[in-house]
């Protein structure tokens, strides 16, 4: 007997949202849901890991194992999950304050260790939580609540602050195309290592209605330009120099051994008793 097939609806939890009218954390939920249905994982095989704010919510909005930890602390607990029940799926989900500020100490060391964790940041470009402060993400010269001269902060650009760790998988989407978003979400899950994945998700409370027109106006998918490559990190950082439009899709992709690997091999020369000498080590952690 064939096990039936699980749909969107089988991965989405009886709780009701509580964000905001229009918040594109709904549209974040709805890609969740396909792109699940589209990995047909069993739900206990999956395990999402949030943080604090209003995009850490989504774990219990899922039919799924989930974990709401403390503040910027999502991926070093996905990470231990990770390592420990390696047969998971296992995705961080965190908001642009939440994982750039509290949690920023953290993504060098993921993308280091390579471990094989989704990383999914709804960077709305602002604490939609706490009533509106300038995040990290937040543009020069905006008015929030903390900033009521404009913010005089450079912000942090998400993409080319993980393409500079070395991050083997850097891709952007948004809830404006919920089908392209589910699809970067497979990719990132199904990518062997550290994925990170930004998503501009428009809060309409403390960033305005017009922010979707914004977005809107200035997006475009990088797979149909000209000599395409996500293999190309040169080409990559060309593709998101360019700061009054926002680049959709995989902006880089490499393969490197992952986390998990390099522990089994570990385990394998342990088991054997082998002492090597300096060089076969350091050849043992070469990409």
């Given at each position: 007997?064939?096990?039936?097939?699980?749909?969107?609806?089988?991965?989405?939890?009886?709780?009701?949202?509580?964000?905001?009218?229009?918040?594109?954390?709904?549209?974040?939920?709805?890609?969740?849901?396909?792109?699940?249905?589209?990995?047909?994982?069993?739900?206990?095989?999956?395990?999402?890991?949030?943080?604090?704010?209003?995009?850490?919510?989504?774990?219990?909005?899922?039919?799924?194992?989930?974990?709401?930890?403390?503040?910027?602390?999502?991926?070093?607990?996905?990470?231990?999950?990770?390592?420990?029940?390696?047969?998971?799926?296992?995705?961080?989900?965190?908001?642009?304050?939440?994982?750039?500020?509290?949690?920023?100490?953290?993504?060098p060391?993921?993308?280091?260790?390579?471990?094989?964790?989704?990383?999914?940041?709804?960077?709305?470009?602002?604490?939609?939580?706490?009533?509106?402060?300038?995040?990290?993400?937040?543009?020069?010269g905006?008015?929030?609540?903390?900033?009521?001269?404009?913010?005089?902060?450079?912000?942090?650009?998400?993409?080319?602050f993980?393409?500079?760790?070395?991050?083997?998988?850097?891709?952007?989407?948004?809830?404006?195309?919920?089908?392209?978003?589910?699809?970067?979400?497979?990719?990132?899950?199904?990518?062997?290592?550290?994925?990170?994945?930004?998503?501009?998700?428009?809060?309409?409370?403390?960033?305005?209605?017009?922010?979707?027109?914004?977005?809107?106006?200035?997006?475009?998918?990088?797979?149909?330009?000209?000599?395409?490559?996500?293999?190309?990190?040169?080409?990559?950082?060309?593709?998101?120099?360019?700061?009054?439009?926002?680049?959709?899709?995989?902006?880089?992709?490499?393969?490197?051994?992952?986390?998990?690997?390099?522990?089994?091999?570990?385990?394998?020369?342990?088991?054997?008793?082998?002492?090597?000498?300096?060089?076969?080590?350091?050849?043992?952690?070469?990409?």
């Open positions: 007997m064939t096990e039936e097939k699980l749909t969107s609806k089988d991965y989405v939890s009886s709780l009701k949202p509580i964000w905001c009218p229009g918040c594109g954390d709904y549209g974040v939920l709805n890609a969740m849901a396909l792109a699940l249905e589209e990995l047909g994982r069993p739900t206990e095989n999956i395990a999402v890991i949030s943080g604090i704010g209003c995009s850490s919510r989504l774990p219990g909005y899922l039919n799924i194992y989930g974990f709401n930890a403390i503040h910027g602390r999502a991926i070093p607990i996905a990470c231990g999950l990770k390592i420990a029940r390696p047969d998971l799926e296992v995705i961080a989900v965190s908001g642009d304050g939440d994982c750039f500020s509290i949690g920023g100490g953290h993504l060391h993921v993308v280091r260790r390579n471990v094989d964790i989704a990383c999914f940041v709804m960077d709305n470009q602002i604490y939609g939580l706490t009533k509106g402060q300038a995040s990290p993400t937040t543009p020069r905006d008015i929030t609540s903390t900033s009521r001269y404009g913010n005089l902060d450079r912000p942090i650009w998400p993409l080319r993980m393409l500079g760790y070395g991050t083997t998988f850097v891709a952007q989407a948004t809830p404006l195309d919920i089908k392209h978003l589910a699809k970067m979400m497979v990719a990132a899950i199904l990518h062997p290592g550290f994925a990170f994945l930004n998503i501009l998700s428009p809060c309409v409370t403390y960033r305005g209605k017009e922010m979707y027109q914004f977005i809107r106006e200035r997006m475009y998918y990088v797979d149909e330009t000209p000599d395409y490559d996500p293999a190309d990190d040169q080409k990559a950082w060309r593709l998101i120099s360019n700061k009054d439009r926002f680049s959709l899709g995989i902006i880089y992709q490499k393969l490197s051994k992952t986390y998990r690997e390099k522990l089994d091999e570990v385990e394998e020369r342990a088991r054997g008793g082998k002492i090597s000498s300096l060089a076969d080590e350091r050849k043992l952690f070469l990409p």
